[in-house]
């Protein structure tokens, strides 16, 4: 961990940044707050900083582009205080139960993030965000363990059931073998989303994998906005269509700049 004076290089990174002279992910502004503050927050239960910060607004994208009806301020009185605010509308109970397996998926990773990436990491991930499910449980879905039945997304289809197991041990072979880059998360991601391992909540197991190796990586981590879902599906696509992550990678980098200047405020004085 660097112990250089964090407004110190904070200052130095912007100055590059506004130079244009190197991209976000080459400092380590974003992976000193993301460990040692998320960390020491967690272990103190402090809401109100940091960590409650990223709790909060990756929660609220990462399942609002899965279709999650509750708002940003919502999904903060819901971590804050475990209750909804009065709402003349009714709370999906599905949104409610998934956004609190997000945020144990959160601690969980947190919890993890001195082991390596490994099949069964990825299914404790999967284990916290969806066993409180109680639509997928009444559905038959296998919680914290691969599919069961097939799945497609949108028009394209996916790795068999049967297959999974197989496919997800050769991709990590691969993966944990590679120099760790954006464009090698790109990769993982995209061929991970289209093995497509559970019944469910394969993008949101997906970017807390993107969100975590980041974090083990010294990369400057990112989260994609639910407001970029157009173009993050598109990027999706462009890996089925062609093998090429240069739009994923590009998107990864303009999020990372995202992130920065919403945690700038946890470096006032």
């Known amino acids: 961990m660097h112990t250089m004076n964090i407004k110190l290089l904070f200052n130095h990174i912007q100055d590059n940044i506004n130079n244009k002279k190197?991209?976000?992910h080459e400092y380590f502004i974003i992976y000193t707050l993301s460990i040692k503050t998320l960390q020491i927050e967690y272990t103190k239960h402090e809401r109100s900083g940091i960590y409650g910060f990223i709790q909060v607004l990756m929660a609220y994208n990462s399942n609002k582009i899965e279709g999650s009806t509750l708002t940003e301020e919502q999904t903060a009185s819901l971590f804050d205080t475990g209750v909804l605010p009065k709402s003349e509308d009714y709370y999906r109970a599905k949104d409610v139960e998934e956004m609190n397996g997000h945020f144990l998926m959160?601690?969980?990773?947190?919890?993890?993030?001195?082991?390596?990436?490994?099949e069964e990491l990825i299914k404790a991930f999967h284990y916290?965000?969806?066993?409180?499910?109680?639509?997928?449980?009444a559905n038959g879905y296998a919680i914290g363990d691969y599919k069961k039945r097939p799945n497609m997304i949108g028009i394209y289809e996916t790795v068999l059931p049967n297959q999974v197991s197989d496919e997800m041990?050769?991709?990590?072979?691969?993966y944990n073998n590679q120099d760790i880059s954006l464009e090698i998360l790109a990769e993982f991601h995209t061929r991970y989303e289209s093995i497509h391992p559970f019944q469910d909540g394969n993008g949101r197991t997906g970017r807390m994998i993107l969100f975590r190796e980041c974090l083990y990586h010294g990369i400057a981590p990112?989260?994609?906005?639910?407001?970029?879902?157009?173009?993050?599906l598109d990027a999706l696509n462009s890996y089925h269509q062609g093998k090429d992550v240069t739009a994923l990678t590009s998107l990864f980098q303009k999020e990372q700049e995202y992130y920065w200047n919403r945690c700038q405020y946890f470096l006032a004085e």
């Open 222 to 232: 990112f989260i994609i906005e639910d407001a970029n879902r157009p173009e993050y």
């Open 106 to 118: 959160f601690n969980k990773m947190l919890d993890t993030l001195d082991l390596e990436l490994t």
């Open 169 to 174: 041990s050769q991709l990590l072979a691969w």
């Open 22 to 24: 190197a991209y976000i």
């Open 128 to 137: 916290e965000l969806k066993s409180g499910v109680f639509e997928n449980r």
